[in-house]
């Protein structure tokens, strides 16, 4: 079973360029998150899905925007990166809203913006 | 502010028994759950507390006291593979998910 799918698993990315981190999965689950991984801090949400079509914000959206057209795919994009973009982002998904469920999470994206 | 505190790194050895540490200060309580998540990869889903009390799973153990903003999870029999680091990581009033910086559990022989 895949679960859940990220690419790239890693990218250098020049700042002021744009790049989209995609994902999938083959859960059917409703709900899905991207977050980013800093050393020394927590998770940090930034934006959500509880359903296809709608979307909401996290933590810390600012520079970032997503799409859910369908229940599978919930690509992230960085409009024009910046160098404090730099992190691992990872997409998991839930079978449930509302942050109760247990979260199925990708391999995570390493971005670099230099 | 909400806030989750756990050791930054702990060591223990090989067949020996740890227990890690999570306080927690947030907005309301509605649940805690505990990932386990190895240098380079996936946070993997370890155990879920709602109510107070230890709930076992094989060598894992997680325990909750909501009244006084703890919990903690014990591994037993360690083996080198549980050399991880361990997320601790809150539901809120608001059913947001707030999360500690992880504590990273190095195994010696």
């Known amino acids: 079973t895949a679960g859940i799918t990220q690419a790239p698993t890693s990218q250098i990315l020049a700042a002021g360029r744009s790049m989209t981190l995609r994902c999938t999965q083959d859960?059917?689950?409703?709900?899905m998150y991207w977050y980013r991984q800093d050393l020394g801090l927590g998770l940090r949400l930034i934006h959500y899905?509880?359903?296809?079509?709608?979307?909401g914000k996290g933590e810390v959206p600012d520079g970032y925007s997503v799409s859910r057209a369908n229940t599978d795919d919930f690509p992230l994009t960085l409009a024009s990166a910046v160098p404090s973009q730099t992190s691992v982002y990872f997409c998991?998904?839930?079978?449930?809203?509302?942050?109760?469920?247990?979260?199925?999470f990708g391999e995570g994206s390493r971005l670099t913006v230099l | 502010g909400q806030n989750i505190d756990q050791p930054t790194e702990m060591t223990a050895t090989e067949g020996a028994i740890v227990q890690i540490n999570c306080t927690y200060q947030t907005s309301g309580f509605n649940g805690l759950f505990w990932y386990q998540q190895h240098a380079g990869e996936a946070p993997t889903f370890l155990s879920y507390?709602?109510l107070d009390g230890l709930e076992e799973k094989g060598r894992f153990s997680s325990f909750l006291s909501r009244s006084k903003g703890y919990s903690y999870l014990l591994l037993k029999e360690l083996q080198m593979k549980d050399s991880a680091s361990y997320l601790c990581?809150?539901?809120?009033?608001?059913?947001?998910?707030?999360w500690g910086a992880g504590t990273k559990l190095i195994i010696k022989p």
């Open positions: 990581a809150v539901i809120d009033s608001n059913y947001q998910l707030i």
């Open positions: 507390n709602v």
């Open positions: 859960m059917r689950h409703n709900a």
């Open positions: 998991a998904s839930s079978a449930r809203q509302g942050a109760t469920g247990e979260l199925f």
């Open positions: 899905s509880n359903t296809a079509g709608t979307t």
